[in-house]
């Protein structure tokens, strides 16, 4: 091996090493981004480490409407209005799909942006199923009842009534919907049978 090559190769190693270690000092993985020793008394910072979960909305039950405030990625935020219209398991062929993990479930929901300023609701990998006896799972699929689709950025007053096909573990329990940040914004109550 040349000397230069031997040297890189070595500079490359230690480099590698260092980072290995430099990794592992920090929860983060950026030592830059690590609380000072002031800063570690506990605060409002602290909240947005929360589990998802933490908090749990209300149980919203069929004909139901309720509001929650949305906020986007950079802190934005405005008043959606969810109703909830129905709540039905169906069979995979009632929907044209291959057999489910659990049983498939379709809430009609109407979603409405109340507020002043552009909000999402985006079901897609936020929502989760749980009952008294089953921690919460993801449920939601992208299977679509050729209904509106309310996954969506909605302007200031506009709203879409739509369903949403969820693959519960089981009937029963409830559906909690997540917002973009993780907040758990709205729970719907499904039935039992």
């Known amino acids: 091996m040349r000397p230069y090559s031997r040297s890189a190769a070595l500079f490359i ?5 260092t980072g290995a270690v430099a990794g592992c000092s920090s929860a983060s993985g950026d030592a830059s981004k690590k609380p000072s020793a002031s800063s570690t008394a506990a605060g409002p910072e602290k909240s947005a480490d929360a589990p998802k979960g933490a908090t749990e ?6 004909g139901k409407t309720r509001t929650y405030t949305a906020r986007d990625n950079s802190g934005n935020a405005t008043t959606m209005s969810v109703t909830f219209h129905a709540a039905k398991y169906v ?4 929907i044209g799909e291959a057999k489910p993990k659990g049983s498939y479930a379709i809430i ?3 979603v409405t942006n109340t507020g002043h300023q552009d909000g999402t609701f985006t079901p897609y990998r936020n929502m989760k199923w749980k009952d ?3 921690t919460e799972q993801e449920v939601s699929t992208l299977i679509s009842t050729g209904t509106q689709d309310v ?5 200031p007053g506009q709203g879409v009534t739509g369903d949403i096909v969820l693959d519960v573990p089981q009937k ?9 940040r993780g907040t758990a914004s709205l729970r719907f109550e499904m039935p039992s049978r």
Request: proline share 9%; hydrophobic share 30%.
């Open 13 to 17: 190693a230690a480099l590698t090493a």
């Open 57 to 62: 909305p209300p149980a919203l039950s069929i």
């Open 91 to 94: 069979t995979p062929s009632e």
């Open 108 to 110: 009609t929901v109407e």
């Open 132 to 134: 008294k006896a089953t």
């Open 151 to 155: 996954g969506t950025t909605y302007h």
């Open 172 to 180: 029963g329990g409830s559906v909690t919907y997540y917002d973009t």
